[in-house]
């Protein structure tokens, strides 16, 4: 098996490119070892140390490191922990990894199937490429401020905050005109 890897716009996160689906329905973030516990591939990459939270998109693994540590230190074993997981043919995930979301009505809704269009066909396909996932989390109709979890590559990156409000606070307003606003959510 051969797994590329590739840089991320955020210095201490690597994608891993195993050449195989990893999460095709639903991408997993797992920012804590105890998140990981749903999953065999997460506990794994836990287990090396200095990795600080994995994430799963659906053909690729992006593997954020602490501060302090170098890539030349873990990566091997990175890279040996994918590898044995996927060789393994053991399930990477438990449980389906959805969220409950909350359910809006009337105007809101339509508003807020708008804006996940938005976030779905525009954004997270080029965010994808970098390593990370943006997803909608909320919409407040009183003040039009739209809530987003960054995960992967995205969370924690130096460019987030720019790329949130430059690309996709403008790319929401222009497309869908009750949004005032775009805010990262922890």
Not at 95 to 116: D, F, H, L, N, P
Request: net charge negative; glycine share 10%.
């Amino acid at each position: 098996m051969f797994i590329q890897t590739e840089t991320t716009p955020n210095p201490d996160t690597l994608k891993f490119l195993p050449g195989q689906e990893i999460a095709p329905e639903t991408p997993r973030d797992f920012a804590t070892p105890e998140e990981a516990q749903a999953s065999l591939l997460a506990r794994e990459l836990f287990a090396v140390e200095g990795v600080v939270r994995v994430f799963a998109g659906s053909d690729f693994v992006s593997v954020t490191k602490g501060e302090g540590v170098e890539w030349v230190h873990i990566k091997p074993s990175v890279l040996g922990a994918i590898m044995d997981v996927l060789q393994s043919g053991k399930p990477l995930f438990s449980g389906s990894g959805e969220e409950t979301e909350t359910v809006y009505e009337g105007e809101a809704a339509s508003i807020v199937k708008e804006i996940r269009e938005v976030i779905d066909t525009r954004v997270r396909p080029a965010v994808a490429q970098d390593g990370g996932d943006i997803v909608f989390h909320a919409y407040d109709e009183k003040t039009g401020i739209v809530s987003l979890h960054m995960r992967g590559a995205c969370a924690g990156c130096p460019s987030s905050t720019m790329t949130l409000k430059s690309g996709i606070e403008n790319l929401l307003k222009h497309y869908v005109p009750e949004v005032s606003g775009v805010e990262a959510v922890v």
